[in-house]
């Protein structure tokens, strides 16, 4: 499944890793561009997962119009298909009525398979995945990470050995096709002359932003996050397997399950983004089609925002 050529060529994508200030920038870039902003991130699509997913506030959204928000309930898993159907419709909409799509987020897959589109891989298998989480949690990440090399050197090459879930993934599609998760990533490459207007991502200084997440994080906690999971947990349906290992969630979960106190659940919640913002630096650089705006931590979103118009 691939993003329609004729609405990438329209489109301008920011991206960037977590607290990256992406949100901030993003509202007057789409004020100035006369665009409307299509959420590029894999979990604000849920209702109800606020403040961990630092949605938009509602003020924000009526400032600049934001697509793609609070569109799915917590126990569906959102697939990357669907993100790319309803962009699809969201983009066609909003170039339809004379404005530019602007792509906000920090979801690396759902940025690639925009730009490059997506092998049709088989559907989730849960008895599979299941068997491999089980595993993986008996023997370390390190040891599923080893399996994946086995059978898909080239995927297990390009993830972390952190990046359980899309490890899994991998070695889920090997089973069940045969045929390594890499084969699929090297078909339906887009031609040069298939290219979005501007790819952009914000790379900040790695301690500026180290320091930004732990700040970021304790606000969120004054916020209520913490009662905002407990909501969630009591919701019927109850979330499912995407929305309940959504970052932050997963160990406030913990924390009200009895398994760890709040204050641990906080320190592995900074730890855990951490390294999801590592993952990110990592997604971003290995896009060719993205052009980095080096982040000392010192500009205003005005000045960023300058800087990734003066690319245009």
């Known amino acids: 499944m691939n993003f329609p050529v004729g609405l990438l060529t329209q489109s301008i994508f920011l991206a960037g890793p977590t607290a990256s200030g992406k949100s901030a920038v993003s509202l007057i870039l789409a004020e100035r561009l006369n665009a409307e902003i299509v959420s590029l991130d894999s979990m604000t699509v849920y209702r109800g997962m606020d403040i961990g997913t630092a949605k938009p506030a509602r003020e924000e959204r009526e400032r600049v119009p934001h697509h793609l928000i609070d569109i799915a ?52 298998n849960w008895e599979i995945r299941s068997q491999w989480e089980h595993q993986a949690r008996e023997y370390g990440p390190e040891w599923l990470h080893g399996q ?41 490459q887009r031609l040069p002359e298939h290219a979005a207007r501007l790819v952009v991502w914000l790379d900040p200084d790695r301690e500026w ?23 969630l947990l009591q919701r019927t349906p109850k979330p499912g397997r995407t929305a309940g290992q959504a970052l932050g969630y997963r160990e406030l979960s913990g ?30 650089r290995n896009l060719q089609e993205c052009t980095a ?10 000045e960023l925002a300058n800087r990734v118009l003066g690319l245009l």
Do not use: C
């Not at 126990?75 to 404005?99: K, P, Q, T, W």
């Not at 180290?210 to 009662?227: A, H, N, P, S």
């Not at 705006?293 to 005005?302: L, R, S, Y």
């Open 148 to 188: 994946l090399q086995k059978v898909d050197p080239v995927t297990a090459a390009r993830l972390h050995p952190n990046d359980m879930r899309r490890i899994i993934r991998a070695i889920e599609v090997f089973e069940l096709t045969g045929n390594p998760i890499s084969s699929g990533h090297q078909h339906g």
């Open 209 to 231: 932003l180290r320091k930004r997440i732990g700040d970021r994080v304790d606000e969120m906690m004054r916020q209520g996050w913490l009662e905002e999971t407990r909501l």
């Open 73 to 124: 309930d917590p126990h569906v898993d959102f697939s990357v298909a669907e993100f790319l159907r309803m962009a699809s419709m969201a983009v066609e909409d909003i170039v339809h009525r004379g404005r530019v799509p602007l792509f906000v987020g920090g979801t690396g897959l759902y940025l690639r398979s925009i730009l490059r589109g997506m092998s049709e891989g088989p559907e989730a």
């Open 255 to 284: 924390h009200l399950d009895g398994e760890m106190t709040l204050e641990a659940a906080v320190e592995q919640i900074r730890t855990a983004t951490r390294q999801f913002a590592k993952r990110q630096y990592t997604w971003f």
């Open 293 to 302: 705006v080096t982040v000392a931590g010192h500009e205003t979103p005005e």
